[in-house]
């Protein structure tokens, strides 16, 4: 079963490892391009800092030498990040925005001090307004950003045109919406019927949703494990289904 992985270039190699591990043949169209821009993160008058993606921390850890201060993470795979970068007080979400919100005005107090929130260009959720609603001051660090390709490779229209693509993985809104919009650029959208959409989230599945796939599978968290686990419920289902089993 072969899956294509649209992340940036380091998260997908990452995920490579993991899939090949757990028997998936991967191929990686990233797109999204990492830009860093690393601007120096003060910490006078901060109380926390918050990262919402693993550029953000690896930008984080380069702004700033100060590995003390809390650092509230999305999810799972930016707190691993942030530990790879030697910060000690990593405190972490289920995976999205509401959760990590939550987290945050759970532990902390507006007259404690500023937040600062590390991201780049494009933002996702509505964590800055939640929180300044809230009455935290928040100081938005933007040191990356992500840039999307023109065209989809030859490698991957070959690979789509032939069917030799099982299942594409979607983990933002974003890389879906270059994804649709390569595929019609490409006039590729005729191939996608005996594709499946494996999707973080109901919010990233719905720039897809009119490509005519055979099925799109949402995660049941927002989390790169469950993801995973859609492909395991997906192989099963290739497995017992003949025309599937035959198509390459």
């Not at 040191?143 to 993985?169: M, Q």
Request: with cysteine.
């Amino acid at each position: 079963m072969r899956i294509l992985v649209t992340r940036h270039a380091l998260a997908a190699e990452k995920l490579k490892i993991i899939l090949r591990a757990n028997g998936f043949d991967v191929q990686c169209e990233p797109l999204l391009k990492i830009k860093f821009d690393v601007k120096t993160v003060s910490s006078e008058g901060v109380q926390a800092l918050v990262v919402t993606s693993s550029s953000g921390a690896v930008a984080l850890a380069r702004g700033t030498q100060n590995r003390e201060l809390p650092v509230f993470a999305v999810g799972n795979a930016t707190a691993a990040a942030l530990n790879i970068e030697g910060f000690k007080d990593v405190r972490t979400a289920s995976g999205n925005s509401a959760a990590l919100t939550d987290l945050i005005l759970g532990a902390l107090s507006p007259e404690k001090g500023y937040l600062v929130h590390v991201t780049g260009q494009h933002v996702a959720g509505d964590l800055l307004e939640t929180l300044l609603a809230k009455g935290f001051s928040v100081r938005r660090v933007v040191s990356y950003r992500a840039e999307t390709p023109n065209d989809l490779s030859d490698d991957v229209k070959k690979s789509l045109c032939e069917h030799k693509i099982d299942a594409v993985l979607f983990f933002s809104p974003r890389t879906a919406t270059t994804f649709a919009s390569l595929v019609e650029k490409a006039c590729l959208r005729n191939d996608m019927g005996m594709l499946s959409a494996a999707c973080l989230s109901e919010a990233v599945a719905k720039p897809i949703r009119n490509l005519g796939w055979h099925k799109i599978l949402i995660a049941k968290t927002s989390e790169q494990q469950a993801l995973v686990q859609k492909l395991y419920e997906l192989r099963e289902e290739i497995k017992g289904t003949p025309w599937l089993q035959t198509r390459k």
